[in-house]
């Protein structure tokens, strides 16, 4: 295998075809799968590139799959893609250093920045990018970073902050500016990588 194939692991068929297609236009030689347990039967410890993979599929999860790869000597990194996305699933792909979690649709350029920098961080013999920090939070931002990345809804990081959920709002939204952040799997995979 070529050392940037992506390999695409998905159960939908069109998914896949389409993913491949294009890769395959932006240069990326590719490797489909339709289950987790088809690309582990054959993963050779010597191939090296980055996994896409959906995050729900009969059998083995995405982050299963995941999981598994952490493990095992070809650990590639890995992007999450899913239809159904929840905060806690992108927190727990951040925490096992994902490369990124995009939810479908989603933008083709999106897909091929987070494999040039899965392709980057394992050239630089890291596993995931370095996120820089555009400013400073304030305490009061970094708490409410804190409790959204935990997974609180406004109204809840309010009654515990003694403060309005709109307030809690302004805040998040100035801490994402801040952060230079498009949404919340992005201050995810961020306040993961900070800890």
Known sequence: MH???VFIVDDDAAVR??????LSLRG??????GCAEDFLRVLDPQWRGCVVVDIRMPGMSGLDLQAV????????PVIIVTGHGDIAAARQAFKAAAID?????????????AIERAFA???????????PIQASLSPREREVMRHVVDGLDNRSIGSLLGISARTVEVHKSRLMAKLGVRGLADLIRLASQRR
Do not use: C, I, N
């Open 3 to 5: 050392s940037q194939t």
């Open 17 to 22: 075809d389409s993913l491949a297609l294009l």
């Open 28 to 33: 990326y030689p590719t490797a489909v799968f």
């Open 69 to 76: 790869l952490a493990g095992h000597p070809a650990a590639m």
């Open 101 to 113: 979690f995009l939810e479908k649709p989603f933008d083709d350029d999106a897909l091929v920045e």
């Open 121 to 131: 961080g394992a050239a630089a013999g890291r596993d995931d990018p370095v996120w």
